[in-house]
């Protein structure tokens, strides 16, 4: 089997790939404390898989996205914040753009 990498190694890793700018990103598998929720961040590049990543966060997760698309269908003017499903998935009724 293959050898898997300590923590301290990815960390390593991670520093030299990413720009200083995301220093403070994380993997979800390294939450130290479950009662203190992260915020995820998905950053979506088209024609990479993207869309299966939606699909497990939102239906299997029960993670609610913010983007453009929870401003649509006439929720950008909803008077209150609130979540909304549109096409199967979960958004917030706001414009994150």
Not at 37 to 49: E, I, K, M, N, Q
Request: hydrophobic share 40%.
């Amino acid at each position: 089997p293959a050898e898997r990498a300590t923590p301290e190694e990815i960390k390593a890793f991670m520093a030299q790939m990413l720009p200083p700018s995301m220093e403070y990103l994380s993997s979800i598998a390294s939450r130290k404390d479950p009662t203190k929720p992260d915020t995820a961040l998905f950053w979506h590049v088209p024609r990479s898989g993207g869309s299966v990543v939606k699909d497990v966060l939102t239906k299997c997760r029960g993670v609610v996205l913010a983007s453009e698309v929870g401003a649509t269908q006439g929720h950008n003017q909803d008077a209150d914040l609130q979540i909304v499903t549109i096409n199967q998935y979960l958004f917030v009724n706001v414009d994150a753009t």
